[in-house]
C-alpha cells in the first residue's frame, strides 16, 4: 500500500538525481578558496606564529590560558573547554572583547566554515565520483521505518547549505 508506494517515490528520485551545475560549483570553489586564503592571512597576522585555526587545542589555549577567558561550556567527551562554533559565537556576542580579539575569533570561525564547506560538499562534488557521466548526483532515499521519513546519502541532499543549493539545477 502506501509504505511500497513511497519507496518507489524514493527509487524515482534516486534514479532522477539531482543536475550539477558545474560552473556554478567552480564558481562557489573559488569564492570559498579566496576567502579562506583571506581570513587565513588575517588570523596569522593577529594570533601567534605557526598558529593552526582548525586546531581545537591551540584555539583553546589562545582563548584560554593565555587570554584568560572563562569557557561557554565543556566539551561532552575530553572535559577540555569548548571551541566550537557555538562557544565562540557566544564569546563574540557576550565577553565585550576589543576589536582585534573579535576579528581574531570571527576569522577562525570563518575559517572552520569555507574549510567544511570544500571538504564536505564542494570537493566531493567536484572530483569525488559523486557526479556521475551524465551529469547528475543520484543520492539514496532511504526511508527510516521509525519515522518514515526520507534519509538521503551519498551525498546527503537534505544538509546541503542554503548557499550552496544553487549548483543543484531543475530540468
Not at 528520485?13 to 564558481?27: I, N, P, S, W
Not at 569557557?71 to 562554533?85: A, L, R
Amino acid at each position: 500500500g502506501r509504505e511500497h508506494m513511497l519507496q518507489d517515490i524514493g527509487c524515482k528520485m534516486q534514479k532522477m538525481g539531482m543536475f550539477v551545475d558545474r560552473d556554478k560549483l567552480l564558481e562557489h570553489e573559488i569564492k570559498f578558496q579566496a576567502e579562506l586564503q583571506k581570513q587565513r592571512k588575517l588570523c596569522l597576522e593577529i594570533g601567534p606564529e605557526n598558529f593552526n585555526p582548525n586546531s581545537s587545542a591551540q584555539v583553546r589555549k589562545i582563548l584560554f590560558s593565555e587570554w584568560g577567558l572563562s569557557p561557554v561550556k565543556y566539551n561532552e567527551k575530553s572535559g577540555e573547554p569548548s571551541t566550537d562554533d557555538d562557544s565562540l559565537r557566544r564569546i563574540l556576542t557576550e565577553y565585550g572583547l576589543d576589536e582585534e580579539r573579535n576579528t581574531f575569533i570571527q576569522s577562525i570561525r570563518l575559517i572552520r566554515r569555507y574549510t567544511k564547506l570544500l571538504s564536505t560538499y564542494v570537493n566531493p562534488l567536484k572530483s569525488g565520483g559523486l557526479v556521475l557521466p551524465d551529469g547528475r548526483v543520484h543520492p539514496a532515499y532511504n526511508r527510516l521505518p521509525a519515522t518514515g521519513r526520507y534519509s538521503p546519502s551519498s551525498p546527503n541532499a537534505q544538509n546541503i547549505p542554503y548557499d550552496l543549493r544553487d549548483i543543484f539545477v531543475p530540468q
